[in-house]
């Protein structure tokens, strides 16, 4: 990857191929040619709402990451899980980075988008499955 807007279009892609998502908002902020800011907002028919924020940079044609935050929520605004890596919990062994899942804290390190998309989905398809 050698540019931000490389990776910019990437994450467009996932999105793309995402299924019964509709995108809220999807803003890129090209600081430099190997450094940006991405900011989205998806949201599911059910409300529920994955909300994605990156702070990157490109060094050596790898991917960096300053600062995330990958949120989502269920269609009553129940957090489901997120994935940051602001160090309040610095007792996690994979601090800073780490996962909010329901009202535990995790260790985890940072997951990639297409990662996080597939937790989405599958979370999504077993609650459609209890449901039938």
């Known amino acids: 990857m050698n540019s ?3 990776y ?3 994450v467009q892609q996932l999105i793309d191929h995402t299924p019964d998502v509709a995108i809220e908002r999807y803003e890129e902020q ?3 040619e190997n450094r940006g800011v ?3 907002r998806l949201r599911f028919p059910d409300e ?3 909300e994605i924020s990156e702070a990157i940079v490109i060094v050596a044609g790898e991917p960096h990451w300053i600062a995330y935050r990958y949120h ?3 269609p009553s605004a129940e957090l489901v899980f997120r994935y940051d890596d602001a160090p309040h919990h610095p ?3 994979t601090h800073p980075d780490h996962k909010h899942f329901r009202d535990q804290v995790l260790g985890n390190p940072r997951p990639s988008i ?3 998309l597939l937790e989405v989905v599958a979370i999504r398809e077993r609650a459609r499955q209890s449901k039938v």
């Open 38 to 40: 991405l900011r989205i």
């Open 8 to 10: 910019f279009n990437h």
């Open 91 to 93: 007792e996690i062994p």
């Open 4 to 6: 931000v807007e490389e």
């Open 72 to 74: 989502y929520q269920g």
């Open 30 to 32: 090209l600081l430099s």
């Open 114 to 116: 297409d990662q996080v």
């Open 48 to 50: 529920a709402l994955l």
